[in-house]
């Protein structure tokens, strides 16, 4: 039995990660989604949050699991036995930042094994961060993330008084 783990900060999560998400669901018998803490990131979405949206979006997928962790992505997969990590691939920026993550990882894990999947087109452009631009300034993101997604961002921005 293959367990891969798709990380990421999902501030919040897009139909871009749940794209690839699903995706992996079927490429791998279990898939951990781990919601990290990124020390160079400032999050809109608190842990709790984060992990409470992914989770609702992927309630129907039942070998797909969210948990949230701090720390050094290798040492949650040391400890809890997972070899494979997956990511999502949009354009060929993200390709050089996650060649060094990849790398990365292995010289920390050496059983470690970076997979990529490709992002379906018509979420290439999709990020959290414009998600959020967007919907801060009232933007349509139907296309781009759920409803109750849209509606957790200005429900932030509306407390912050923004
Ligand atoms: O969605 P993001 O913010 O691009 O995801 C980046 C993330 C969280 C996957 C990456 O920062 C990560 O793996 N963080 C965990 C800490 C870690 O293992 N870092 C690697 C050594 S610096």
Known sequence: M???????SFDPVTYGH??????ASKIFDKLIIGVLVNPDKKYLF???????????????????????????LVNYMKENN??????????????????NMADLNKR???EAETTFIMTSPQYSVVSSSMVKNLAKFSGDISDFAPKYVAEAISHKFNNKGM
Not at 2 to 8: D, F, L, N
Not at 18 to 23: G, P, Q, S, V
């Open 18 to 23: 749940i794209d690839i998400a699903i995706r």
């Open 82 to 99: 997972i070899k494979v990590i997956v990511k999502g691939l949009r354009t060929f920026s993200d390709f050089e930042y996650e060649f």
């Open 46 to 72: 608190n842990m709790d949050e984060r992990i409470a949206l992914i989770k609702e979006a992927l309630k129907e997928y039942k070998n797909i699991e969210v948990v949230g962790f701090k720390g050094l």
């Open 108 to 110: 920390l894990y050496n």
């Open 2 to 8: 293959t367990t891969a783990i798709y990380p990421g």
